[in-house]
């Protein structure tokens, strides 16, 4: 651009210079008008450089544009795959989540059947309590002592402390001398201590200690008698209630059990 203009004004001057017979007025004005172009040219050219550098901002731009689709594609592409992983992955634990379901649902099913077994096994049991309770009115008919006992033993078991109270005392009334009469004074006391009757309980321990003091529940009901003592407040008589268990029977657990509650009260064993 700028060389076409150069030349147009080259020839410009030679056909004015020509035709105007080159006076100094004219020549003066030619100068002028070669300035103006001049300008003119630069003008031109600042506009082209200006238009030529917008265009390379756009290609820029345009390039740039490009680059960002291009790392926006492959995040897409990435992302897609990541959901597709984690897609696969849900899908396993769906499946492992149904196998579990199904072995708890198997396991579900065994429980209920071993609790149908256990209740009707409960049901027979406490038929055959009923049967063991049941004294034979037959003249001449003897009563089995161990049945007596069973049957106050199955109700203590079952929580059902104010049968098993009748049932140990009548079996207590009437088999004083049998097997299991220490087992049954003992099992009564504990089942007024349930019922929070810690008198009868102590009574109750008392009959077991002075009627079979060689028992093998004696040591336990010594033990016991000191925790109803306690509970009544009677601290002074439960202290000395532990301090004859560790004396008579020191080699026994309820003795170490009673040393742990002397020292609670902060006596050793020779206190």
Sequence with gaps: MRRVLSFTVFLLLIYSS????GTKEEIIRLQSDVLQLQELIRTLQKAVDERNGMMVSLLEQLNDQVAEGNVADGEMKGAVNSARAQTLALESTVHELR?????LSTKLDDTNNRIASLQRKLEDNQMQIQTLRTVPTE????????????ASYNDYLMGNYALAIDGFK??????PESEYADNAAYYLGDCYMQQGRQELAIQ????LINLYPKGDKTPVAYFKKALAQQEMQRMEDAIATLKTLSRLFPDTREAKLAEEELAKFGLGETS
């Design 18 to 21: 020509t035709s105007l017979g």
């Design 99 to 103: 196998d579990d379901m199904q072995s």
């Design 139 to 150: 003249p001449g008919t003897e009563i089995d002592p161990d049945r007596v006992y069973s």
């Design 170 to 175: 009548d079996y207590l009334a009437n088999y």
């Design 204 to 207: 109750a321990f008392d009959q």
